[in-house]
Structures are given as C-alpha cells and as structure tokens.
C-alpha cells in the first residue's frame, strides 16, 4: 500500500489553481457564528478526538504529521498551539518555534534547520514559523539574503528557485509517510492594532510586546502580497494550505482543530495485532505474572 495520502477538503484551503487573492479572503468568520462558549465546546470534543487518534497514530508507526503555522504577530499561533494540543501525549507532540537563524543554520541550505527538526514516524510535528519564512520575511527583507553568503545571487530567481525547493521537499514528505497540513491565520491590521495595545497597556502582557513587531506592521502590504505569492505557490494537494480567518480565535481554533481530526480520522490507520502464535502464549504470560513472587 503506498503511503502517499491526500489531507480532506475544506472550506478554508488555499484552492491549487494559483488564484487566491488575500484581499477576498474575510479576517472574520460570517455572522451568526457559534457563541463562544459553545466553540470551546467544540474545541474540547475536538481535542478529545485528536488525542484518541494520536494513540493510534503512534501505535500504528506508519505515518507523521507535520502542522505548519504561518500568520503576523499577534496573530494567534502560540494559543492555537497550545488550545488545539493540549491534549495530546507530550511524547507524540514536538513543538519547534524558528526564529532568526543563528551562524550555523545559515552555513547550510535553508531547509536543513527544520528538516532537522521534523516528527519523527507517530508523531505530530508543529512548527510556529518555518522555511516559509525564506520566502517572507526574507523577501520582505531582502538585505538578510547577503548573510546567507550564497555562492551565486540573482534576485529575481531566487524567489522561484526557492518555492520550487520548498514544494519538491514537500513532496518528499508526503511520499515518505509525512502528512503536511499548512495554517495561514489571516488576521487583520485593525485587529492586529488592537491586540497590540491591550499588551502595552496590560501589565501581564508587557512581556508580548516587541518594538519588532511595529516593524512588520509598516511593511503590511508588502507581507500580504508575500503571503499571497507564498500560498498560491506552494499549495498543492499533498502539502495544502488552510486560510483561516484569525479575529475570532475561538472560531479559528475550532476550524483548526476540526482540519487536524478530519486528516487524521481519513488516514488509514491500524492497531498493530499480534500473530496467532504471540496470543497462543499469551496465557503463559498470564500464568507468570499470576505466579510471581512478591
């Protein structure tokens, strides 16, 4: 049986025709949505069901999941992380956060800091920003290109050489048992501004707020035309991207969540059985542990 599996659809996946316009896409859900108590009930009965699944998906040894998060600050990937996997056994959940590439990531490729660190078989993998940042915020930012000490820079290539690389990779994954679902928290620059000042002005969230992070809000419509090329360009059928309207966190995190159970509930996953020889002896086992001393 080949390992090769294609995600479910959803309502939120980037379509894989190259025309996703991110000014068509809505910051927040339509009205008459779910109230939040009754999304957290969802999310609850979700996380539940994704934590059932990841027994069954460590036991079965076959496949691993790779959940990339990409969104602006403020966005909400930390408490979506954190909300749609709180359930599940930390020994199958590994959660890698990349930031800026310290001197030995950048003496290599720009895959091989997270190739590094991606789930190993029966595992969840989550990554808080990733590779695609080489075609963000180093697009953006053109100028940390020169710290990369490429032997040959044409800038106008570089970006198209690197979406190639980023989907053969995916490929890759997907081919060898990795199941790659990819998250865009579309969250808007009002609705950014607004969580940006309820941490200046709160004294417990001081410690969210980075001068950074005003940085990036200058260059917004610069970071949404990326964000566009970026998902048009790498959403495919074996490695999609889901746009999710990120104002409404409960909301998003419910469709998060519900994306990760529905993927995981369509893989063929098996308990492992034992042979008609292992269960013949199992009443030996039986009788010595029955038998045991102490």
Request: some cysteine; glycine content about 4%.
């Amino acid at each position: 049986m080949s390992v090769e599996f294609t995600p479910p659809a959803s309502d939120f996946r980037v379509p894989f025709d190259g025309k996703f316009s991110v000014s068509d896409h809505a910051t927040a859900p339509a009205e008459g949505v779910d109230d939040r108590k009754a999304l957290e009930k969802q999310l609850r009965k979700s996380v539940k069901r994704i934590a059932d699944l990841q027994k069954k998906l460590y036991a079965d040894n076959r496949f691993s999941v790779l959940l990339v998060f990409q969104a602006m600050d403020a966005a909400g990937k930390d408490g979506t992380i954190r909300a749609v996997m709180s359930g599940v056994n930390p020994a199958g959940c590994q959660v890698h956060s990349f930031k800026s590439p310290s001197d030995e990531e950048l003496d290599h490729d720009f895959l091989w800091r997270t190739a590094k660190a991606l789930p190993e078989r029966g595992r969840i993998g989550i990554f808080n920003r990733s590779y695609y940042e080489e075609v963000l915020a180093v697009r953006v930012n053109p100028a940390f290109l020169d710290k990369q000490r490429l032997p040959s820079l044409n800038e106008s290539a570089v970006w198209g050489d690197r979406f190639e690389s980023i989907r053969e990779h995916e490929k890759h994954l997907t081919r060898n048992g990795t199941v790659v679902l990819k998250f865009w928290l579309n969250v808007s620059k009002q609705e950014q501004k607004a969580r940006f000042m309820k941490r200046l002005t709160n004294e417990d969230r001081y410690w969210k707020f980075s001068k950074h992070d005003l940085g990036a809000r200058k260059g917004w419509d610069t970071y949404m035309d990326a964000y566009q090329t970026l998902l048009n360009e790498t959403s495919r059928e074996n490695a999609p991207w889901f746009a999710l309207p990120a104002d409404n966190k409960p909301y998003m995190r419910v469709q998060v969540a519900k994306i990760i159970e529905n993927t995981l509930e369509a893989l063929p996953l098996a308990w492992p059985q034992k042979t008609p020889e292992e269960l013949a002896r199992f009443g030996d086992h039986i009788e010595f542990l029955n038998n045991e001393a102490g």
